[in-house]
């Protein structure tokens, strides 16, 4: 969110901030904003399930909808910032007619990390072994699940939000993996169990 905040103050750009609500969205600010996951738990709690990598209703219900609603720009007129380099997400996106304007001009990962370097800010997500395991939602259900232990590991506090949203629909995000309370308890016991190879499963905002 900070980082959101930072594009706005030092480049200028008006940002509008929306949020979920069950029935539509609202507007509001940096200052205002839920931080703590309230819209995500408003919509789980409206279809009493949870997002799952068969029904991945999150991003179109949290993100696209309200953004549509706002703007009522089509997919046609609808910018993605999918980088050239991510080559398994650019058919599907074209597919809908979404703009790929980093695809047209052949931006790659090294090219956006040559621009933040020269950045007065950036988003501050450290990595290992050039991997970031953060970004977008932090513990995402579509993570394998090496990648969400180690979020966990690295801070164990980030899991309780997660395994507070199976509890209350008695279900888990994911059917494969451990539950997130699972893994929390894992990490305290500072288990090293899982495969560090295991690829994460492809999911983006435009998927």
Not at 118 to 126: E, I, K, N, P, V
Not at 186 to 203: P, T, V
Request: proline share 5%; charged share 25%.
């Amino acid at each position: 969110m900070r980082f959101v905040q930072d594009c706005s103050e030092n480049w200028g750009v008006p940002i509008t901030w929306l949020e979920y609500r069950p029935d539509g969205y609202i507007v509001t600010d940096f200052d205002h904003a839920s931080r703590n996951g309230e819209p995500f738990n408003l919509l789980t709690t409206k279809k009493s399930y949870l997002p799952n990598p068969v029904t991945r209703f999150c991003t179109e219900e949290l993100k696209v909808k309200p953004i549509q609603a706002l703007t009522g720009l089509r997919d046609d007129e609808t910018m993605i910032g999918v980088r050239a380099d991510q080559s398994h997400r650019i058919p599907k996106l074209r597919a809908r007619g979404l703009l790929l304007p980093l695809v047209t001009a052949g931006v790659y990962k090294q090219n956006v990390r040559e621009f933040w370097k020269s950045s007065a800010f950036d988003l501050q997500l450290s990595e290992r072994d050039g991997i970031t395991n953060l970004g977008n939602c932090d513990l995402c259900f579509m993570k394998g699940t090496a990648q969400k232990m180690a979020i966990v590991s690295d801070k164990p506090s980030r899991a309780v939000w997660w395994a507070q949203q199976e509890q209350k629909i008695g279900a888990t995000f994911h059917k494969d993996h451990p539950s997130y309370a699972q893994m929390l308890k894992f990490s305290q016991e500072q288990r090293d169990m899982f495969d560090a190879n295991e690829e994460a499963i492809s999911c983006f905002c435009g998927d």
